[in-house]
């Protein structure tokens, strides 16, 4: 079945260090998207890619960094530099233009 | 810039009852709009997608409806169940083909 698939589900971060959640798609969607979610907000974009080796900021990009080295891969540094960094992350696809999006399960990152 | 509203906030409902949810946004220059679902603690669900030329699309028990002149769109559900109780959130996209959010309605459907 194609799909998003997410991972870890659940991360946790010390002080200082850098973790990477990873997003893979095979439905061969051109644009891939991260947004993190926090209680009682909104969906916030951190970074977009709509095609490979090429990536835009989003809204809330300070502190996080990504790469698009395949088309069905997009993975997220969360670094140091992100201070408050404890939220549900979610990755998304779509084919591109005004096509729909598809999300993936989503991973929960707690600093301790 | 694009301003995307979910009232209510919340809502608690008896089974069995047809209820709508409403999404508003601010600026008619959409491409689409698309309702999600979300579990607690899951991923988003995509529920419809009604593009900008369309007024409503339907899926089972659910119809959206899309307003680009009064800047409304609504989800409509028939005959409610328990399952259905979740996040319900409406999503519009943007001239730069970004989805726009708001910040959605919990729903619980009471037995």
Known sequence: ?112 | KQEVTQIPAALSVPEGENLVLNCSFTDSAIYNLQWFRQDPGKGLTSLLLIQSSQREQTSGRLNASLDKSSGRSTLYIAASQPGDSATYLCAAMDSNYQLIWGAGTKLIIKP
């Open chain 1, 1 to 112: 079945d194609g799909g998003i698939t997410q991972s870890p589900k659940y991360l946790f971060r010390k002080e200082g260090q850098n973790v990477t959640l990873s997003c893979e798609q095979n439905l061969n969607h051109d644009a891939m998207y991260w947004y993190r979610q926090d209680p009682g907000q909104g969906l916030r974009l951190i970074y977009y890619s709509q095609i490979v080796n090429d990536f835009q900021k989003g809204d809330i990009a300070e502190g996080y960094s990504v790469s698009r080295e395949k088309k069905e891969s997009f993975p997220l540094t969360v670094t140091s530099a992100q201070k408050n960094p404890t939220a549900f992350y979610l990755c998304a696809s779509n084919p591109q233009g005004a096509a729909g999006y598809t999300f993936g399960s989503g991973t929960r990152l707690t600093v301790v």
